[in-house]
Each structure stands twice: as structure tokens, then as C-alpha cells.
């Protein structure tokens, strides 16, 4: 069964890189049916797009965070990751990962989300 | 990219039913008919309710429906049930390989 479920530190101080990985099971992180997106919602607001990274390695992402987001792909862990450099207090959220079949828009399978605080 | 436009809120009661629009632009939302919704409980992962305006994933109760005129999405619950209070949030496609959400609609079951 296609399961995610998402890791990483829940404290990152400011001007830091916040690193978070996503693990994949049930299906190879390389299958070109599938694309893998990240996803965040802070507190008291609503869900906000990071990015997405497809199987060949392709990726997009949010043009409000592009110039501090990266994704990539471990293909020996079977998982893929986000890293989001020079945060402030305005990155503290609870950050998904999901999948989208590809050529697909919209999301069918979401983890269970991790909460980041980011403070000193 | 900005945000889609919910309402913050709606409420009704069990048997009722209720409305919740999403207003985008005509470069996102209006452009494309690749409109899904989102159903949120606390400390859960948002759940699939409907995807390309007005499917249903395999299974969902078709007490969930979607329509779209316009620059404008709406999702319909008929039949509200307890446990249909919750978070609901919308998603377009916006071009250029780029999704947007909605801000949010909390739903209260009176």
C-alpha cells in the first residue's frame, strides 16, 4: 500500500536551512507515474504549494519560494526531500508531503504532515 | 500566485445543505477545468474530495459535489453531517506547472 510519512528536525533557527524528507512505500520514487509534491500550512491560515519534483528529476516550484526552495530525489532511500534556506519565523508550519499521479492535478494521497517551528 | 478566495466560514445544520465558493482569476482557475477539494480535520492529512471540478475519487458518499462558472468553483454537501465539520480548501491548476490553494473555509455543523 502507497503510504508517505514525512521526517525531519521540528526546530530550525533562523537564517537556517530547514531539511525534511519524505518516505515513500509501496512504490518506487522513480516511477514515472507518479510526481511528488511538497505542501505547508502555517498556523491560522491555509494550505500553500511548495513545489513538485517528477521522476526524471524536473522540478517546479512556488515563484514566491523559488529563489529558497530545493527538491530532490533519493533513489536509495526511496524518498525525495525539500530544503528551504534562510527561513524566518513565517516558514513555522506544518509541512505535507503528497503524491500526484502523473498528469494528474491534484492530490489523492497526502502524509500525515510534520510541524516546523522555526525560532531561536 | 495569490490565493484562491473562500469564504472563512459557513454553517448549517444536519440535513442541510451548504455552499462553498472559490473565486480565482481567469489565468488560473477560470483558465483550466483542473479544480479539486480538500477536505481537513485537525492533526490529519487532508483528504480528496473532488478533483477536475466535479469527479468523485472511487468510494467518496456523492453527498460531495463540484460545479465551476466562471472564475468561480463551488463544492455542495448535502445531507450535513457531523463529521462533515471540518476544513475545506480548494486547489487550481495555475500554469506553468504550478498549483494554488484557496484559503480555507471552516464548515460549523450547528
Known amino acids: 500500500q502507497l503510504q508517505l510519512q514525512e521526517s525531519g528536525p521540528g526546530l530550525v533557527r533562523p537564517s537556517e536551512t530547514l531539511s525534511l524528507t519524505c518516505a515513500v512505500s509501496g512504490v518506487s520514487v522513480t516511477s514515472y507515474t507518479h510526481h511528488w509534491d511538497w505542501i505547508r500550512q502555517p498556523p491560522g491560515t491555509g494550505l500553500e504549494w511548495i513545489g513538485s519534483?517528477?521522476?526524471?528529476?524536473?522540478?517546479y516550484y512556488n515563484p514566491s519560494l523559488q529563489s529558497r526552495v530545493t527538491m530532490s530525489v533519493d533513489t536509495s532511500k526511496n524518498d525525495f526531500s525539500l530544503n528551504l534556506s534562510s527561513v524566518t519565523a513565517a516558514d513555522t508550519a506544518v509541512y505535507y508531503c503528497?503524491?500526484?499521479?502523473?498528469?494528474?492535478?491534484?492530490?489523492?494521497?497526502w502524509g500525515r504532515g510534520t510541524l516546523v517551528t522555526v525560532s531561536s | 500566485q495569490s490565493a484562491l478566495t473562500q469564504p472563512a466560514s459557513v454553517s448549517g445544520s444536519p440535513g442541510q445543505s451548504i455552499t462553498i465558493s472559490c473565486t480565482g482569476t481567469?489565468?488560473?482557475?477560470?483558465?483550466?477545468?483542473?479544480v479539486s477539494w480538500y477536505q481537513h480535520h485537525p492533526d490529519k492529512a487532508p483528504k480528496l474530495l473532488i478533483y477536475e471540478v466535479t469527479k468523485r475519487p472511487s468510494g467518496l458518499s456523492d453527498r460531495f459535489s463540484g460545479s465551476k462558472s466562471g472564475n468561480t468553483a463551488s463544492l455542495t454537501i448535502s445531507g450535513l453531517q457531523a463529521e462533515d465539520e471540518a476544513d475545506y480548501y480548494c486547489?487550481?491548476?495555475?500554469?506553468?506547472?504550478?498549483?494554488?490553494f484557496g484559503g480555507g473555509t471552516k464548515l460549523t455543523v450547528l
Open positions: 481567469s489565468s488560473d482557475l477560470g483558465s483550466y477545468n483542473l
Open positions: 486547489c487550481s491548476y495555475a500554469g506553468s506547472s504550478s498549483l494554488v
Open positions: 519534483i517528477y521522476y526524471s528529476g524536473s522540478t
Open positions: 503528497a503524491r500526484r499521479v502523473a498528469g494528474d492535478w491534484y492530490f489523492g494521497l
